[in-house]
Structure formats: structure tokens, C-alpha cells
């Protein structure tokens, strides 16, 4: 059961009308590896890791005691906010910091674009816990001779302990409303909370509202930070991250045989995504078109993808479907006409397996002649943020023509089995670049979201 | 817009329904429901009463469900009870339905499910027994006696294996599209007041776009527990009763009134079935409402104590997008019969929303005919336009106004229900964190 949409191929994207077509004209990020756009992609094309212990509490005696933690970070050091975000929480400084640079590279003027046309479309995360207070009064509310909860102790510690700026700014909306105060953005304003999905799919989203005209400029992307004592306590109980204890920096390793779990990641992502006659109009300089999108739900079990990684497959069909590329053809080099799959990747055993199975039942015999690695391996996994982050990946790769590798692959399991591009970037650049590259994610519970971008010729 | 998209199924589950049909009735006779809280003491709590769903998710699950069930939280059970109402009344035959049930029997791969949705608070009984494991010597939680890597029985492994995956906001539309098999695109969206409506304006879009040819869509929240009343109460919205211990709840909540003291929370799943019109018409379905315009923006000034600046009394983001539905639909102000507004029951926001509607509707906005769900049902915060969508759509059929309706320049008022031409009704919110949307229905 493939879920393929109806809409009519569109094998030449430049039959369609410029309002219809949307591109990107800035991109900024805020990951494991640095916040300057270059400075990352340089670090992710050597193979570098950003995964050592943590640091942003004290997880000594975790089963999980690493991750991949965003480092020296200061808002102040991306502009001076006037007090405006005093009260903002982490995942959403790192929001606004990647915001702040790609506008910057968008070049968007804000006194010559009409706000109420701007719109901000996030998969930005839940904030983080304000600890103290919260376990103050849950401590507080335990009576241990009774064996039992006492909400009115809880009421009465948690009112004079938590207080109201720290527990409204964990609200996830909170963030696209800081966007939006600092950048002017008055149009359509959403965040959707899909688990690791959730940026893909508000960037694939963010797309669809411009090209039906409710918008001619979208701040699209993510962020979260699960770098805290009950995020890390959450995915240990599912057994869901790597114990590699001994050597942190290897441990996320996806599609090696030997992968044993995710690694926490943590940052933000951000593109701006415009019609192609907004970007025209204002002379910006086109990074790449956002050609499709595919969104799908698996329908399976909370807990699991279903095996085949049908809906996976689903979801990238759809985005080839409505780019009009057809993944059994080949282009003049004899090479697949999608040079790079940007994998979900998360070094989880069924994850790396399952979304194998659906890349070759969508590429059928070219399976092997398409390069699908994961960034995860040195980010690790920036769960909502992860989607936008990744895209980025896509946008340097198409301008570079360099792929990056998956770090850690040593030896690959042969449940997965295709061209994972171990160890070593490769440059593309002498068979034709990388012009077009799906971006996967997935989520728990069977949310799937898969975005093809294309270089922009015209 | 070529495919027009028609609401199909409705499923208002909150204090006062559980169908169309009761809903309707209890909207018709003045109906309210808001009474102390029952699931916890939240006497402790400045405001401890709220509209109370009483239905249990095993009776509305297909039974080899039932296990499943342990690991949904409050919010995924509203949204799962909500959307299998709403499946049945549009006569949906799916993977969740009984086996002597008859109906259309959906394309999974062409049916997608939009859910608005909030942070699911952990469970804090279950929290607090869990972290008394984890204190020191002065009895402070510390991280260290939470880990078990050296440690069997204290810790987090106090904490189910699938605790986690109960309190993820994507659960509510995750377990509605495995229990009815929906394979099409699913988004769970996080709006407080605006959720459903963002919610089902997005599954309008993904009609329009031809990714689907019909979706389960609205929202679901319960924010009834300690986590949710105090953050809820920090928003500043809350009646406070503490201040008010000899109230009439009756004289509590009271929409566009400068009296009211504050809102009161209600937990709801308010769920739709909404399709493309010609999939609607092929199959027989009797299409409640046409949706025919919507406009969604955002303010940069929304009412929350965490800026330090005044909020001001007027604010054009909630007039703009009704300007922008209206502009959708074709429709001048004076078109719209009705408007379903949130009257979230807070003088200063009730305030803001009257000069939205004066803004964008005009002198009109004076002498239509406001309909208001808060004071019967609640605040239900992500479910909440997904229940105001309910009632227009039973608006628009019923051609009548259900009772207590009010209009801004109290020159008339609706104590009963009463018999009156509609074609076209508005539903408007705002949310706590400022984002607006304006919905146009259309009677078919």
C-alpha cells in the first residue's frame, strides 16, 4: 500500500507559475558542531564528532552519560536583543540565534516586506523543566507513610517555588512567538509537534501555505534541546539510545552492524522559504527550490516502524511524485537523478534497517547507486530540530557537490546494505555535482515527512 | 480553490456531549457544566472547578485495543474517544470500527488526521513517587541517585519503560491514526485556543492539494491536573476563587461582561471529519457545512505576563485574519449570520476580541448574533475550536440559533433557541501565545 499523491506530475518545475514555486534564500543553524554555517559543514565533511559526556547536568550515573551537546553558545554573541528574549529558554535562543542568521543571508529588508506576508511554521520542541522547583514539589508531595500523593503540598511548594516566566516559555508555541516578535512576522503562525518529524514536516508544510498564496515568505524549521534529566531519563527507559559508555564519540554509528541505539543531539534549524516571484522580486540570491514533500503516517504501533518501512517509502514517493522525478530513471552520467539521501539514520538497529528496506522498494534497481548517509553520526539525533538541520545538510551538499559521510560506519550490516558512504566524504563534483537530494525524517508513533530540494537553474 | 472541502462528521466530546446530537440539545437548552475537579484534590489551586468529560476510552475502543490503552494519557484519550464520534456520525467504516458496523470504508493512504494538541504533563502522582526514590541526605532530588547504572530498584526505573511515549504531544494522532488506519499526512499542532483551528484549517489545505480526500481533524486537551491548573493560572486567565470564595459559579464566567473575573478550564475532545465535496457527494454523505473561507495571522502583542510591555486594548492580528476568511469566502461582513467568537470570559481579552470584530466586521459587528461555548463547557484550550466548528456546522443545519446568545451592543439577546436564517457563520480565537484564525462556514 504506497500512499502516492494524485496531483499531476510537474516534470519541469518551471511550467509553473513563480508564486507556486518556492525556494530558499537564507538558512541558519545552531548545532553540536557550531553555528556558523560553513564552520559545521567543514566539520561534518571531515567526519568530526560531537559527542562526549554531558555536561548540562550531572548524568555520571546514567546508562547514558553522553551526547551531543551544543557548546559556548551566547545569544548576545548574534545580536544585541534588548531584553526582548530575557525570558526565553533554551531551545528557543538557539531558534533565534539560527533565525537571526539566516535573514541575515536571506537579506530580507524588514522595512520593505510586508510583515502580515511573513508567517513563522516551527517543529520547535517543549522547553526544559525549570528542575528545582518542579522536583522541589514533587519530592514535597510524596507521603511516605501513606504511600501517596498529596496534590495540595504540590500546589502549595509549587506556587511558592516554580514561578510564571519559566513555566510559560516551556510552552513549544512560545518560541515561533519569540520569532516572530524579533522578526517582524505577522502572517500564518503554527508549531507542530510530530517527535523527530516534526521540522521536516513544518518546513514541508511552511511550503504548501506559499504555494496556496497564504504567504510569500515562511520562517521554517526547529529546535529543541532533550539534553536534561528527563528527556535522557525518557529514552533510556525505551532502551532507545546507545550505552556506549567507553567511547562516547563512536557511538552513534548508523547502519553499522554494531549500532546499539541513538545519541542525543540538541540545536536548532531555520530556513526561509519564498516564492519564487517574492525572491525574484526582491533580487535574492537562490540557495536551492523545495521541489516536494511527502507526509504520511505509518498507522502501525506506537512502539515500532512497521517493518517494511512503508510508510517511509510512502512519504519519499510522494515528494519524488510531486518534484516529477522518477527514481528508476538515470540522468546523462548514468547516475540516479536523486544523488543524495539524507537519511533519518539514528543508529537505532530498526530504524536503520527499516528505512534501508524502503529507500531500495522506492529506488528498486538504482538502490545501490544512490548515497544515503547519516549526519547523525557526528550531530547525533536533534529529535525535533534533527529534520531542518539535516535539509541544511542537503542545501550545502547541492552547493558544494560534496557529500558527507556517516562517521562510525565500519562494518555494514547487510540488513542495510547500500551506499552508506563510510567513513569519508565524497565529492560528486566530477560526475555532474548533487542536484537534487531527499531529505528523510521519521517519527515515533509512524510519522514520516521526506522533502526533495533541487538546484535552482531557472 | 477548486476543491471545496464540506464538513462531514462531527464528534463534540466534552462536558456537555458526546454526540452531535446531545451536543446540539444541550447547546439549545442553556445547558453548562463546569463543577469541581474529581480527578485529584485541586482544592489547593486558585481555580478547582472545570467542564468534565465523563466517557472512558475502553468503551470506544475496538477491542483488541484495550491494552493500548494504559499507555494514553488524558489528552490521547479525548482525542480518541472524540475521533471515533466523529468517524461514526460521517459514517466512515476504518480499521476501528466494530465488525457489524456498516458505512464508506476509507482509502487509508487517502485519509490524513490534523490534531491539535498540548504538552501532556507527566502524571505527577506517578512523578513524585518516583523521584522520593532519588533525594539526599537533605531531601533535594539529585540526579546522581536517579541514574541506575549502579543502583536495581530506585531511580528512574521507577518510571514505566513507556513513560515517555505517554506524554509526547503526537500521541493523541498517532494512536487515532493506527486505531482507524489513516496512512495519509498526520500533524499534531500545538495552538492553545487556536490549535483546532489551525488544525482544521491545514487539513483544508491538504484537501485542496489533492493529498488526501479527507482528514480527522480538530483538537484534544485536558489540562485538569496540577501542572496544567498552576501554568494555566500563571498565564493570568484563571478566575481566582480564593479571592471569590462565596461566588455563584454561574456568576463566574460571563463572556464580553467587564464583571466577568476570569476563565475556567475544561478538558474536551472536539473532533471532525472534513472531505472534498465531490468524494462527500459520491458517497452519500450528508455534509453538515461548507468550509468556505479562513485567514490565520499573528500577534506580536498577545496578553501573557512575560514581556515587560503593556498589552494594549486593540490588536489587528485576530481582525486581519477574519478579514482574510471573508476575503476567502467572497463574503462581505454584513453576509455573516452568526459568529462563534472564544470569549475566553478575561475583561481585558474579551475586550481585545470585541475590537477585533468591530475592526474587521464593522458597524455589523454590533448586532450580530455572538454564540459562546466558554461558559458552558469551559475553556477546552486545544479542543476548544474544534467545539466551536461543531456547533456552527449544527448551526448551519439546524438553521437556528441555540440558546443565550448575545450580540456586542446588548441592543438583543437570545435566551432561547430561535429560528432564523443562517448562511454563512464566523469562528474566530486567539490563543495564549497570539496566534489567530477565522474560519468561514457556509450552509450547503
Known amino acids: 500500500m504506497k500512499a502516492t499523491t494524485k496531483t499531476a506530475m510537474t516534470a519541469n518545475k518551471s511550467q509553473l507559475p513563480d508564486l507556486q514555486r518556492v525556494v530558499i534564500t537564507g538558512a541558519g543553524w545552531v548545532t553540536p558542531l557550531g553555528a556558523d554555517l560553513d564552520t559545521v559543514w567543514n566539520r561534518l565533511i571531515k567526519g568530526e564528532s560531537a559527542v562526549a559526556p554531558i555536561t548540562h547536568f550531572d548524568a555520571s550515573t546514567f546508562a547514558t552519560n553522553f551526547a551531543a551537546e551544543v557548546k559556548d553558545f551566547d545569544l548576545g554573541d548574534f545580536f544585541d536583543d534588548g531584553g526582548l528574549h530575557d525570558t526565553a529558554g533554551l531551545s528557543t535562543r538557539y531558534a533565534l540565534a539560527a533565525c537571526h542568521n539566516a535573514f541575515k543571508q536571506a537579506g530580507i529588508d524588514s522595512n520593505s516586506t510586508d510583515p502580515a506576508r511573513i508567517g513563522v511554521y516551527l517543529g520547535a520542541g517543549e522547553g526544559v523543566l525549570d528542575y528545582e522547583p518542579y522536583m522541589a514539589a514533587n519530592v514535597a508531595a510524596w507521603d511516605s507513610d501513606s504511600r501517596s500523593f498529596d496534590p495540595k503540598t504540590w500546589a502549595k511548594v509549587a506556587y511558592q517555588g516554580m514561578t510564571p516566566a519559566p513555566e510559560l516559555e516551556q510552552e513549544p508555541q512560545l518560541t515561533a512567538l519569540h520569532l516572530a516578535k524579533r522578526f517582524n512576522a505577522q502572517g500564518p503562525n503554527l508549531n507542530c509537534m510530530t517527535a523527530c518529524a516534526a521540522s521536516t514536516q513544518a518546513i514541508g508544510e511552511a511550503t504548501e501555505l506559499i504555494r496556496q498564496g497564504d504567504a510569500d515568505i515562511m520562517i521554517a524549521g526547529g529546535c529543541h534541546s532533550m539534553i536534561h534529566t528527563l528527556g535522557i531519563t525518557g529514552f533510556i527507559r525505551l532502551t532507545a539510545m546507545s550505552t556506549r559508555r567507553d567511547d562516547p564519540a563512536t557511538a552513534s554509528r548508523p547502519f553499522d552492524v554494531s549500532r546499539n541505539g541513538f545519541v542525543m543531539g540538541e540545536g536548532a534549524g531555520i530556513v526561509i522559504l519564498e516564492s519564487l516571484a517574492s525572491a525574484k522580486a526582491r533580487g535574492a540570491t537562490i540557495l536551492a527550490e523545495v521541489a516536494g514533500f511527502g507526509s504520511t503516517a505509518d498507522a502501525y504501533r506506537i512502539t515500532d516502524i512497521h517493518p517494511d518501512g512503508q510508510g517511509g517509502a510512502g512519504a519519499m514517493q510522494m515528494a519524488l511524485d510531486q518534484a516529477g522525478i522518477d527514481p528508476e530513471q538515470l540522468d546523462d552520467n548514468g547516475k540516479p537523478l536523486i544523488q543524495w539521501v539524507n537519511a533519518h539514520g539514528t543508529s537505532t538497529q530498526e530504524n536503520d534497517k527499516t528505512e534501508s528496506n524502503a529507500v531500495r522498494s522506492v529506488f528498486k534497481d538504482n538502490a545501490m547507486d544512490v548515497p544515503f548517509s547519516s549526519v547523525k553520526s557526528m550531530l547525533g539525533h536533534l529529535i525535533q530540530a534533527a529534520g531542518a538541520v539535516e535539509l541544511i545538510t542537503c542545501l550545502k551538499a547541492i552547493e558544494t557537490g560534496i557529500l558527507p559521510p556517516t562517521a562510525n560506519l565500519t562494518e555494514v550490516d547487510p540488513n542495510c546494505g547500500l551506499d552508506h558512504i563510510p567513513g569519508e566524504a565524497r565529492d560528486c563534483n566530477p560526475t555532474g555535482g548533487v542536484s537534487a537530494t531527499l531529505s528523510n525524517s521519521f517519527g515515533f508513533g509512524g510519522q514520516n515527512d521526506c522533502i526533495c530540494l533541487q538546484r535552482y537553474t531557472g | ?444
Open chain 2, 1 to 444: 480553490m477548486n476543491r471545496s472541502v464540506v464538513i462531514t462528521g462531527l464528534g463534540p466530546l466534552c462536558s456537555i456531549a458526546d454526540s452531535a446530537d446531545s451536543f446540539w440539545d444541550s447547546l439549545c437548552a442553556g445547558s453548562s457544566s463546569i463543577t469541581p475537579i474529581e480527578t485529584f484534590d485541586a482544592s489547593g489551586f486558585s481555580c478547582p472547578i472545570a467542564g468534565q468529560v465523563t466517557a472512558k476510552v475502553r468503551d470506544w475502543v475496538p477491542k483488541s485495543y484495550r491494552k493500548a490503552t494504559k499507555v494514553m494519557a488524558r489528552d490521547t484519550e479525548l482525542a480518541v474517544i472524540a475521533a471515533k464520534i466523529a468517524a461514526d456520525d460521517a459514517g466512515l467504516l476504518t480499521s476501528g470500527s466494530d465488525e457489524s458496523d456498516t458505512g464508506f470504508k476509507i482509502n487509508p493512504a487517502r485519509t490524513g488526521c490534523q490534531i491539535g494538541a498540548g504538552l501532556i504533563a507527566a502524571d505527577t502522582a506517578e512523578m513524585s513517587r518516583a523521584v522520593v526514590t532519588a533525594t539526599d541526605d537533605k531531601g533535594t532530588f539529585n540526579t546522581q541517585s536517579w541514574g541506575t547504572e549502579d543502583s536495581g530498584s530506585s531511580g528512574m526505573n521507577n518510571l514505566p519503560p513507556l513513560w515517555l511515549l505517554k506524554y509526547l504531544p503526537n500521541m493523541p494522532a498517532c494512536h487515532v491514526t493506527i486505531i482507524h488506519g489513516l496512512c495519509g499526512p498526520s500533524n499534531t499542532i500545538m495552538g492553545a485556543e487556536a490549535g483546532a483551528l489551525l488544525s482544521i484549517i491545514e487539513s483544508t489545505r491538504v484537501i485542496q492539494r489533492d493529498s488526501a480526500d479527507l482528514c480527522l481533524t480538530g483538537g484534544a486537551e485536558s489540562r485538569l491536573n496540577p501542572l496544567g491548573l498552576l501554568r494555566w493560572d500563571y498565564a493570568g486567565r484563571l478566575a481566582n476563587l480564593k479571592d471569590n470564595p462565596d461566588i455563584d459559579p454561574a456568576d463566574i464566567l460571563k463572556p464580553f461582561d467587564p464583571d466577568s473575573i476570569g476563565s475556567i478550564m475544561g478538558e474536551a475532545g472536539g473532533m471532525l471529519v472534513v472531505e472534498e465535496e465531490s468524494h462527500a457527494n459520491a458517497r452519500n454523505a450528508r455534509p453538515y457545512a461548507r468550509i468556505s473561507g479562513f485567514g490565520s495571522t499573528q500577534s506580536l502583542n498577545p496578553v501573557l505576563p512575560i514581556f515587560n510591555e503593556e498589552p494594549s486594548t486593540t490588536d489587528d492580528a485576530l481582525s486581519r485574519a477574519v478579514t482574510i476568511a471573508l476575503s476567502k469566502a467572497n463574503l462581505n461582513p454584513e453576509d455573516i449570520d452568526a459568529v462563534l467568537p472564544l470569549g475566553i470570559g478575561h475583561p481585558s481579552l474579551d475586550t481585545r476580541e470585541a475590537n477585533a470584530l468591530r475592526s474587521s466586521l464593522g458597524s455589523h459587528a454590533e448586532s450580530v448574533p455572538l454564540f459562546i461555548l466558554t461558559n458552558r463547557l469551559g475553556n477546552t484550550l486545544s479542543a476548544h475550536a474544534g467545539m466551536m466548528t461543531s456547533a456552527g456546522a449544527l448551526m448551519l443545519q439546524k438553521q437556528m440559533l441555540p440558546a443565550n446568545a448575545i450580540c456586542l451592543s446588548n441592543s438583543q439577546d437570545y435566551p432561547k433557541k430561535t429560528t432564523t436564517p443562517l448562511n454563512h457563520i464566523l469562528i474566530c480565537t486567539s490563543s495564549l501565545a497570539g496566534q489567530c484564525g477565522a474560519l468561514v462556514l457556509s450552509k450547503i
